[in-house]
């Protein structure tokens, strides 16, 4: 199984005094199951919205909260920052916000910020009007010109039942800019198009041939890879959360993947097919709604083009070309000749009749395998944990040449 780039970590968790400090307790605990060491802050203004109890029972050491008298340490105001690998600030308020620009170090989080060496990541929330509000903005741009990773809030519904800019970023996203920020940048510059999701192929205007495929592996290709510093362009038929700093190209049918996929691999130097791509679809597809009363229709199906038989057959030697083998029986035999077949440089077989495996879940189980190389099998993970390892294997592919 592939580690979490925060494994081992020593993360500080900054909590500041917003209605959004719930949220910091799911930051909290993922954090803690990526395998980070969590040391929580909290301002004595947080301790209005949750209890300091609530953090010190799901972090790996008890929150700290005093310049003064800390039980802990005779130096907070440095000790903590100076052993951290990653500092989160999350909720960020507009006043620690303003706290930090200016280094006014009134209490236990900002003496943190400016006694660290480690990098930061700030995530804002804030009621719109103050998010817009032109000290804020200006606070936040000098922030992120001194190298602070800002993770933008998201529009929403904010405290008081309004709605605007300003909500928190979602947990995972603050998890994946974590990760992006620790983790090695080994695919900086690399240009990667993933596909994922199931295609549909339309019998008329209103009935489409599906598949089980929910493109949660080809998104978690996608994050890892732009964790890793890749450009990454997602060609997807699923409307699943965009991950930061992802490209996504929206496509249905077989067809529309086929054009997309092709035109990515011009100027993309990583291809990684994951979506469950119809093999066959309708000859003609009915423009209106095909009628009951009409009798049962006879569908006449053809075979689609494969597309990354298509893309293997033009491939440059620059190319890494990854694909992916969804098998039912004899797994490793037909990856590899689907390997060959189609010229790929890695495949990513999965046995889809296995219980907690592909289609749907969140977990998978792999066998990785390359044209001269031995299979590699990851055991039972996480998709993220399975894109880690696919990820691997392209970097490992790429330093070869
Ligand atoms: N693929 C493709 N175009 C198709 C069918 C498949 O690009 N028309 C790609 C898939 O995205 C995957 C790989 O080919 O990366 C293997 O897909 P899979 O469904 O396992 O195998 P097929 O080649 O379709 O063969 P079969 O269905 O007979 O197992």
Redesign the pocket.
Known sequence: MSASPLAGKRVVLGVTGGIAAYKAIEILRRLVDAGAHVVPIMTDAAQHFVGATTLSALASEPVQTKLWNNPTTAIPHTKVGQGADLIIVAPATAKSIAAYRMGYSHDLLQNTLIATRAPVVLCPAMHTEMWEHPSVVDNVATLRKRGVQIVEPEYGRLAGGDTGAGRLADPATILDIAERVVGPADLTGVRVVV?AGGTREPIDAVRVIANRSSGKQGYAVATEAVARGAEVTLVSTVGLPTPAGVQVIAVES?AEM?EA?ERAAINHDVIV???????FRPVHAASGKIKKGDGVPEIVLQQ????????GARKRNDHVLV?????TANLVD?AKE?LER?RLDL?VANDVSASGVGFAHDTNAVTLLRPDAKPVEIDLATKREVARAIINAVVDIRNAR
């Open positions: 596909s077989a086929q996929m097919m994951a979506a469950a791509v119809a093999d689609t083009p494969d597309i990354l038989a298509g893309i694909g992916f083998a969804a098998e037909n689907k189609k495949i």
